[in-house]
């Protein structure tokens, strides 16, 4: 089992539709988890950081944690066609520097 | 406020010819300083990972060695590049105080060995 996994998609979406994407991982020892936004042949942009289960609001952007089932989730409201990009879950823990990130999934919201 | 920098954006090089990629992060000190590749359907593979001038770990043997002269400089080199490494380079920062703290990425190189 890899240790984060994220549905590859590509998802297409009309433009105001609400948008889920979702990651899962088997490391218990993750305590933080981040999603990036990654437009074509740009290095990927923090989007959301959070640490705790839980939801964190950040405009049209929610992280939803749930480390019981240890399942993440960004939810994207309005959407827009500027948001179309690859979004990349990542998470780290433990006494180490490193993130695990998941392979991405390919967003396009069509106007 | 932090700015990292990645040059260059694109590269076309010969096999077996040298490489050098360089990263520099502005407006911190003793960041954690981290080379990653990036391929089409698999992710970001991290390469080299360094805590401090001169810690490098490296996580992927390979044709690739990094280096970090100072605080702030991150190197990624080959003596002899190979076509398997192609692929779109990043270099990221995180706060150095910390393990637990995100990660900020570069605009990347596009390097391809032809």
């Known amino acids: 089992q890899k240790e984060v996994e994220q549905d590859p998609g590509p998802l297409s979406v009309p433009e105001g539709a609400i948008v889920s994407l979702n990651c899962t991982y088997s490391?218990?020892?993750?305590?933080?988890f981040m999603w990036y936004r990654q437009y074509s042949r740009k290095g990927p942009e923090l989007l959301m950081y959070?640490?705790?289960?839980g939801n964190k609001e950040d405009g049209r952007f929610t992280a939803q944690v749930d480390k019981s089932s240890k399942y993440i989730s960004l939810f994207i409201r309005d959407s827009q066609p500027s948001d179309s990009a690859t979004y990349l879950c990542?998470?780290?823990?433990?006494?180490?520097?490193?993130?695990?990130f998941g392979k991405g999934t390919l967003l396009t919201v069509n106007p | 406020s932090q700015t990292i920098h990645q040059w260059p954006a694109t590269l076309v090089q010969p096999v077996g010819s040298p490489l050098s990629l360089e990263c520099t992060v502005e407006?911190?000190?003793?960041?954690?300083l981290y080379w990653y590749r990036q391929a089409a359907g698999r992710g970001l593979q991290l390469l080299f990972y360094?805590?401090?001038?001169?810690?490098i770990s490296s996580e992927v043997p390979q044709n690739l060695s990094a280096s970090r002269p100072q605080d702030r400089q991150f190197i990624l080199s080959s003596k002899k590049l190979l076509l398997s490494d192609s692929g779109f380079y990043l270099c990221?920062?995180?706060?150095?105080?910390?393990?637990?703290?995100?990660?900020?990425f570069g605009q990347g190189t596009r390097l391809t060995v032809v």
């Open positions: 490391n218990s020892a993750f305590q933080y």
């Open positions: 990542a998470m780290g823990g433990g006494s180490n520097y490193k993130l695990t």
């Open positions: 959070t640490y705790s289960s």
């Open positions: 407006g911190t000190s003793n960041p954690n």
């Open positions: 990221a920062w995180s706060w150095g105080t910390t393990t637990n703290t995100e990660a900020f």
């Open positions: 360094s805590v401090g001038i001169g810690q």
